[in-house]
């Protein structure tokens, strides 16, 4: 009896690793961030789009003529279609973060597949032509969301620095700044949240993100084009 408790609480704490895991899944690619020498690194932004603060990040971009990666969850793009053509329209790629926003555990593979393709719908009408990828929310994942990616040829993408995950990081755009700065490397994946309402301090910590990194000698670039990078 001790044996199997101990047997059933090793195999639940191996999957809640698992479904937490930033670097690893049971099924299909995941990239977390991308092997390479060169200085590039990719912005991306999860959640919305919201009226609050998705044309402020977008401005900051133009001013700063960089490209990013939106995540976008379909609710929020289906009451909000006309900030999902802008971010389109401003040339930024755009990324499938399910429609609810519920974490995809403990699902059957049918709720991923409405989930994933309802959006993947939602963005299509916003005008972007370009690949869809896919990130799941909260970063949670184990069998049959991967396991539907890999169906369909399609990657996880995760990140290697997180600000916003961090409170005494997240309440502060100059500590966001610091902590997202020091950490950056070659090939790395930025996630922000930055366009809810109470998002104001990694909105004010965008601009000088991108200028501190910018001095230090990085390039900009969507997510797909720094898989390529790292593909060469």
């Known amino acids: 009896m001790i044996v199997s408790l101990v047997l059933v ?49 977008l401005d900051v971009l133009a001013a700063e003529h960089v490209p990013a990666t939106f995540f976008l969850v379909g609710r929020d793009l289906a009451a909000n279609p006309g900030l999902g053509r802008r971010i389109a329209r401003a040339g930024h790629e755009i990324g499938n973060h399910t429609y609810s926003h519920e974490r995809m555990v ?14 993947d719908e939602l963005i299509r009408v916003t005008g972007y032509a370009g690949e869809i990828l896919f990130r ?22 995760m990140w290697d620095v997180e600000p916003n995950s961090d409170p005494d990081v997240d309440r502060s755009a100059a500590a966001t700044v610091s902590y997202t700065v020091g950490r950056v490397r070659p090939g790395s994946i930025v996630v922000l949240h930055a366009m809810y309402a109470g998002r104001q301090a990694t909105r004010d910590a965008l601009g000088p993100i991108i200028d501190q990194l910018t001095q230090r000698g990085y390039r900009f670039l969507t997510v797909s084009q720094l898989i390529a990078e790292g593909a060469r």
């Open 9 to 57: 609480l090793t195999c639940a704490f191996v999957l809640y690793r698992v479904a937490n895991s930033r670097t690893f899944q049971f099924f299909g690619e995941l990239v977390d961030r991308v092997e390479t020498t060169e200085k590039v690194v990719a912005l991306t932004f999860d959640d919305g789009p919201d009226p609050a603060g998705t044309q402020a990040v």
């Open 106 to 119: 403990l699902v059957t593979t049918g709720r991923v597949a409405r989930e994933v393709e309802s959006t």
């Open 136 to 157: 799941p929310p909260n970063g949670k994942k184990l069998l049959a969301l991967p396991h539907y990616l890999a169906d369909h040829g399609r990657k996880t993408i």
